[in-house]
């Protein structure tokens, strides 16, 4: 606020005042001027108005309802320009808001106020999407892990299994060669014992056939004289 623009608030006060009281207030000894509140408590400065700031958590509608309030006590007379009460309301906000709602270049202090309402919200759903965004980032970094791992074990998977069929294929020709080893060993045994037991057979019944030819001399000599034949 510059030096002109306090002398216009301080000569708006004190017609609000006169009006109000029907004389002149007097200044106090520091020179401000002493309105009253809502409440009937005295104010030691109308220029609060100027310097109410909002908090930072504070949302635009309590600003702006504190800012009315105050705005009430020293505009009796509905002096103060326009462009003045939003250039005070535009102070007062937050300055990554502020700027925003300077450029819609309100007319009055409505506007302003409703600027400022979607400026905030703005920066609410800006905040969410800000916040959604950096989880689908974060989601989207464990799947790619996720992706990773099923791709290592899906690896790690295929190995085993080509291992596998390996001992597969190494144990099946090994059980071929134990069996055709078997059955060659097998087959070995059973012509021993086959021969062994023809020869069993043939002295077996050459020893009957000679007991036979015994009790029968006439048949023993008849096989004596057949055999010298063949020899």
Wanted: net charge negative.
């Amino acid at each position: 606020m510059n030096t002109e623009q306090f002398q216009q608030f301080i000569e708006m006060m004190t017609r609000s005042l006169e009006s109000q009281n029907g004389s002149m207030a007097a200044p106090k000894e520091n020179n401000h001027v002493k309105v009253k509140d809502f409440d009937g408590m005295d104010e030691e400065d109308p220029l609060k108005l100027n310097s109410l700031k909002q908090q930072e958590y504070e949302k635009v509608d309590i600003y702006a309802a504190k800012f009315k309030r105050l705005l009430s006590q020293v505009n009796l007379d509905k002096g103060l320009l326009d462009r003045f009460i939003v250039k005070m309301f535009l102070n007062g906000l937050k300055k990554n808001n502020a700027t925003f709602v300077a450029i819609a270049a309100s007319k009055d202090l409505n506007e302003a106020i409703s600027a400022a309402r979607r400026v905030e919200a703005s920066n609410y759903y800006g905040q969410h999407q800000l916040k959604a965004r950096k989880s689908q980032q974060k989601l989207g970094s464990e799947l790619s892990d996720l992706r990773e791992r099923i791709d290592d074990i899906a690896l790690n998977y295929a190995t085993l299994t080509d291992k596998f069929k390996n001992i597969k294929e190494r144990t099946k020709s090994l059980n071929s060669y134990e069996e055709e080893e078997y059955n060659s060993e097998r087959s070995n045994t059973f012509d021993k014992f086959d021969y062994e037991e023809d020869e069993e057979l043939d002295e077996v019944e050459s020893c009957i056939l000679e007991e036979y030819l015994e009790e029968n001399p006439a048949l023993f000599y008849e096989h004596k004289r057949g055999t010298h034949r063949r020899s």
